[in-house]
């Protein structure tokens, strides 16, 4: 188990990169930050020379990978680091330099327990993508086929374990504060990031995501999902058919090629909607580089490491919420928030409603590009602060990929009106589940059910069905000792404090005679 000291140091060390690039300052200033997190953070960026302007995503690059993949969560977060922070944290690019090929050689052949040439006729040792996590090299299988060979990195499991269990303190820590701390549940989100990081660092199940979108979308035309070479496939290697395309992001070459980009940006956006709402199981890393444009028009995903998923009940309150929003029913969006339990009983309906209109009627049937997406999310961060709303963690996933699909359907189309694309997708799926033909036949296969459960349903009832709201059960949070609670040895709190004195010190002065 680390102990708290070590835990200690290491926030420093990060704290102080990030006072180098100005990344604390806003959260310094900030009226909601506890005062002993004010405290810490001057003692973090003492001695440093901040910059002007806030570099956040460089901070968070410096940093190392762990927190390349937290900061790229903290982005879909501005309720928690702010608006400028989380527009800076949007382009955090996942690019590291690349490991040797003669250490990405040894893991292939370790995890295969085989000679790489008994597994590819060629593999170029210079990769196509080196990210924080694993990098791609384009090789060719012993049966004649291009694909693409993904590698973990050397020893990256162990590298994020240890920054993850820093990160569950730190955030325990952070919500015993009470307060607005605690509404924000930072433990919950960091919890969130280490499932996500957890199912990246084993690429069998980034395969098998793969492999379940593809059977998902295989009747949505011009979308396409690589097959699995699971023959070449483990823990730490993923072979997939060679992806041919021009990216998604390269608008000129995508003009020049003959595409219309109009027509790709709603394909982009239905293609989503389709994931998320008609199935629940969605690409949650829809970033311009995952994304390619083949020849024929065809949309080609790649890198499923992160998914997301939202169960049949809650697709139906946000596809309600979606439609209400695009037709003006603030009422009845409104009545959602209370039903699915994101909003307590005891506020008003009416003035819920009432403040949703305040947000959205500026912004219906205008296009994207006369948007200020900020002001939009500052005011939506206002409401849920005012009507006690708990931050829903099943849902920062989509929030998250939401903003990249609107970014790119932007740059596509800069005059698109996300809604007015949206709006008959959503009519369409709410009428077919929730029409009176859905309905009927949805009463009768749920009767026969109970049926057939009776014996047994009478006495699992409250367990089988407890009457919660939209939010689902929420998985366990690891036990944290907090440091105010805990005494090893005598020491109590106020020693930790002391040693993070002379740990920030330590830092001082290595930092200042250029040993870090």
């Not at 080196?130 to 060719?140: E, G, K, P």
């Not at 800069?414 to 929730?434: G, T």
């Not at 366990?476 to 920030?504: N, T």
């Amino acid at each position: 188990m680390t102990r708290p000291t070590t835990h200690i140091f290491r926030l420093l060390r990060w704290g102080r990169t990030l006072a180098k690039h100005g990344a604390l300052r806003g959260i310094e200033r900030d009226p909601n930050t506890p005062p002993q997190v004010r405290r810490l953070l001057r003692l973090a960026r003492f001695g440093t020379f901040q910059p002007e302007v806030p570099d956040y995503a460089g901070a968070f690059q410096a940093i190392g990978p762990a927190a390349i993949k937290l900061g790229q969560t903290l982005a879909t977060r501005p309720d928690i680091v702010g608006d400028a922070a989380a527009s800076n944290l949007l382009a955090l690019q996942d690019r590291l330099p690349p490991v040797a090929f003669d250490a990405i050689r040894r893991e292939i052949e370790a995890s295969f327990g085989k000679p790489i040439d008994s597994l590819f006729a060629s593999i170029e040792e210079e990769p196509v993508g080196a990210a924080s996590i694993a990098q791609v090299h384009r090789a060719v299988t012993t049966e004649g086929q291009t694909v693409a060979v993904k590698v973990l990195r050397p020893g990256i499991r162990e590298k994020f374990g240890a920054d993850i269990q820093t990160y569950e303190w730190a955030a325990a820590h952070l919500e015993a504060l009470g307060g607005e701390p605690a509404r924000l549940r930072p433990r919950q989100t960091i919890a969130n990031f280490k499932r996500w990081t957890l199912r990246e660092l084993d690429l069998r199940r980034e395969a098998a995501s793969s492999s379940e979108l593809a059977e998902m979308m295989q009747a949505t035309e011009n979308y396409r999902v690589p097959g699995i070479d699971w023959d070449r496939t483990n823990g730490r290697v993923m072979t997939i058919d060679w992806i041919d395309g021009i990216k998604i992001s390269e608008t000129e070459a995508l003009r020049a090629a003959g595409h219309d980009l109009g027509a790709l940006a709603e394909h982009l956006v239905l293609t989503f909607l389709r994931q998320a709402i008609g199935h629940g199981f969605f690409h949650a890393d829809m970033h311009q580089g995952n994304l390619f444009v083949q020849a024929d028009g065809t949309l080609a995903a790649i890198d499923f490491g992160i998914m997301g998923r939202i169960d049949r009940r809650a697709r139906l309150w946000l596809a309600e919420i979606l439609y209400g929003l695009t037709t003006g029913n603030y009422r009845r969006v409104a009545e959602i928030h209370f039903e699915a339990q994101y909003v307590p009983s005891y506020h008003s309906v009416d003035e819920f409603a009432t403040a949703l209109r305040a947000v959205g009627e500026p912004t219906r049937g205008r296009p994207v590009s006369e948007l200020s997406v900020g002001q939009m999310l500052d005011s939506l961060f206002a409401i849920t602060r005012e009507f006690d709303m708990q931050t829903q963690p099943h849902l920062l996933l989509l929030q998250k990929t939401m903003v990249m699909v609107e970014g790119l359907a932007t740059q596509l189309n800069p005059a698109i009106n996300m809604w007015d694309v949206a709006a008959p997708y959503v009519r369409e799926w709410i009428r077919d589940e929730l029409g009176p033909e859905a309905a009927i036949a949805d009463r009768l296969r749920k009767d026969a059910q109970t049926l057939l459960r009776l014996p047994d349903l009478v006495r699992r009832i409250e367990d089988k069905f407890p009457a919660k709201g939209g939010a689902p059960e929420l998985a366990p949070l690891p036990e944290i000792e907090l440091v105010w609670d805990k005494r090893q040895g005598g020491r109590s709190w106020p020693g930790y404090l002391a040693a993070a004195l002379a740990g920030g010190g330590v830092l001082w002065v290595a930092q200042t005679l250029g040993w870090l």
